[in-house]
């Protein structure tokens, strides 16, 4: 039975959010009449009424951040999950699970698997973001832990999924299971005294029945 897991992201009704769009739809409509008078707009009969409607939008802005709550050093603030709606949306086997919440969508699996993903996402974001302003070609190494809770094929397709975005994952996991064959290079650790610690590389291999 096919599996999959689909992110989409919606508009979100939040009423701060749809009113910041229409202070930058404002601005960009009428850019060169706000602010202080110059050479392009001091003649123009529109600039008063552009200038209150302007004090009017921050005025109205400034009144709705003050309603959603404060930060630990009081300042008024909007959060970035305010600004939109992500929902998730899970198929396993017959069954299939669409939550706005990450907590709640599945078996602790599926919910180690979504999390995962997401921060996987993330990573490369930033990474792409890195490549693009030091123009370098480079990889991370990742720890990502509960991932003894995945069923092997899943783990498998999660390193992949890394791997494709120059993300390596390094795991640990308590005792020996099963999934060690998903890995490219798996080790043992003895801890032998208090400081010293024995590191041991562990040949698996994979036979087919």
């Not at 699996?109 to 302003?133: C, M, P, R």
């Not at 992949?160 to 650790?189: C, H, M, Q, W």
Request: aromatic fraction near 8%; hydrophobic fraction near 35%.
């Amino acid at each position: 039975m096919k599996e999959s897991l689909i992110f989409r992201k919606n508009k979100t009704d939040f009423t701060e959010c749809l009113l910041l769009k229409r202070i930058v739809d404002f601005k960009e409509q009428n850019d060169l009449l706000i602010g202080k008078s110059n050479l392009f707009n001091y003649e123009d009969i529109r600039k008063a009424e552009i200038d209150k409607q302007t004090i009017e939008l921050l005025n109205e802005l400034d009144e709705k951040i003050k309603k959603e709550g404060k930060d630990q050093k009081g300042n008024d603030l909007i959060q970035l999950q305010d600004l939109f709606d992500l929902e998730f949306e899970i198929k396993e086997g017959k069954n299939t699970i669409k939550s706005k919440q990450i907590s709640n969508i599945g078996s602790e699996g599926t919910n180690i698997l979504v999390k995962s993903i997401i921060y996987i996402t993330l990573l490369h974001t930033f990474i792409e973001d890195a490549k693009s302003k030091t123009s370098q070609n480079f990889f991370i190494h990742c720890i990502i832990d509960e991932v003894g809770k995945l069923h092997s094929t899943h783990l498998k397709d999660l390193i992949d999924f890394a791997a494709k975005r120059k993300i390596y994952l390094i795991n640990g996991l308590p005792n020996e299971s099963k999934i060690e064959s998903v890995y490219t290079f798996t080790y043992k650790i003895w801890k032998l005294s208090q400081e010293i610690s024995e590191i041991r590389k562990v040949l698996t291999v994979e036979i087919e029945a």
